[in-house]
């Protein structure tokens, strides 16, 4: 099967690895890959040292033919300049694209950003394939309900826009079940979407020691550490661990916010002003030593705004899970975080916004190790039989080789149990 991926963001970002264990499974399965993608930028400014003065590029990856092009790099927030961010590579890459990608037999692109669907169809067209798009986060609504589209002409026109995405894609892959409801909710035909969630590698990510180079340079002794890694973004909701790092400033624990993102200078000042001293905000770690961050929490932290509580699911805890430590875990009761980690036993519970129940909740748990022990190996467990690497790249797989028409004999044992559900 020849496949084209599209996506904006793609290795070597470290942040933005989950397209590269997409293509690098399919490859692996005997797959022509392609990857239409954007030059290295995320987070920052400007383009990757490397890759810079560059509008075109053809390399290999880790075996995936890697076609980039241009795009306006910004690390700014605001909807101006990321409206441009995500045009500039929307128009580069189809204008590239249609020259230079050859016939394909399916073409899947991410959203977001919305826009790159509609350059997914156009490719699909020149290229004769069949489209699928996977939805990662629910556009236009995630950024309403977060503040950042506030213009009621811009959502329109951009709620006009998912509909056209999604009746002009010939199947959509979402992440969880919530997103199949919505897209439902919306129109779309059930046996037009599969689930098939994020992952983790439970080979690169494994149960270990807390006791490793990465827990000694925080110096956090034997003081129970809650930690946090992930971007500091409209998603997040980080205040009420300031809080009760500020509760619990007598007590032996300590907090470590771990990422970059729009919310980190107001994080730093909360937490300056109350002059914590077991709070520590450190930048993001190379990849290779993520799974030692992991490994270094006594139970590692994921949140979730109470406004996003629908539209977005954070990949980092089914990493979480890999790494056999249990969860704390910061979000309404009701969305696919708290289904997680009740199936999975793996963590606590605490709703948004209530620094005292997390404080309650520490406590607990630093009172309690023979049960994080017990839940972190839940995690893995679950994580391992229901949202590991190889699994979810064959569901994956199944979906592709299905619309593109060249179903697998044992297609029915690789879908996720909600396919084609009503």
């Known amino acids: 099967m020849k496949i084209l991926g599209l996506c904006q963001n793609y290795a070597p970002e470290e942040q933005n690895f989950y397209h590269h264990e997409l293509t690098t499974g399919l490859l692996t399965k005997g797959h022509d890959v392609t990857m239409l993608t954007a030059f290295p930028h995320y987070g920052k400014d400007r383009v990757y040292d490397g890759y810079r003065g560059k509008v075109f590029q053809r390399e290999v990856l880790d075996g995936v033919k890697v076609i980039r092009t241009w795009v306006y790099a910004t690390s700014k927030k605001k909807l101006l300049p990321r409206l ?51 939805v990662q986060d629910i556009f236009p609504l995630a950024a309403v309900q977060l503040g950042v589209l506030t213009n009621r002409r811009i959502i329109r026109f951009f709620e006009k826009m998912e509909k056209w995405v999604y009746r ?38 494994k149960p270990g020691s807390k006791d490793n180079s990465f827990r000694k340079e925080l110096n956090v002794g034997t003081c129970f550490t809650l930690i946090y890694s992930g971007g500091l973004t409209h998603n997040s909701n980080l205040e009420p661990v300031i809080y009760a790092a500020d509760i619990l400033r007598h007590e032996p624990f300590a907090f470590v916010i771990i990422g970059e993102g729009i919310h980190k200078s107001k994080l730093q000042k909360l937490a300056s002003e109350k002059g914590l001293v077991n709070l520590q905000f450190r930048p993001f770690v190379p990849r290779e030593r993520y799974p030692e961050v992991l490994l270094a929490a006594d139970m590692n932290l994921v949140t979730l705004n109470s406004k996003a509580t629908f539209v977005s699911v954070p990949s980092k805890i089914y990493k979480q899970m890999a790494a056999g430590r249990p969860i704390m875990a910061i ?78 004999p044992d297609i029915e044992k690789t879908r996720m149990p909600t396919l084609n559900r009503s």
């Open 84 to 134: 441009i961010n995500f045009g500039s590579f929307c128009a580069s890459s189809l204008a590239f694209g249609m020259f230079t990608i050859g016939r394909k037999d399916v073409v899947y692109t991410s959203i977001p950003p919305l826009p790159l669907g509609l350059t997914g169809f156009a490719l699909a067209k020149i290229t004769r394939a069949r489209l699928v798009v996977s």
């Open 168 to 205: 002009r894609a010939d199947h959509i892959v979402v992440i969880s079940e919530g997103f199949r409801q919505n897209l439902i909710s919306k129109g779309v035909s059930p046996a037009k979407i599969s689930v098939v969630s994020n992952w983790a590698d439970t080979d690169f990510i």
């Open 331 to 408: 979000c309404s009761a009701e969305n696919e975080l708290a289904r997680l980690v009740t199936e999975g036993q793996c963590g606590l519970l605490v709703p948004p916004d209530e620094p005292d129940k997390l404080v309650e909740s520490l406590r607990w748990a630093a009172s309690h190790p023979e049960e994080l022990v017990q839940m972190g190996i839940n995690g893995r467990r679950y994580l391992v039989q229901n949202h590991n690497r190889a699994c979810c790249v064959e569901r994956f797989e199944a979906v592709l080789q299905e619309v593109a028409g060249i179903p697998k």
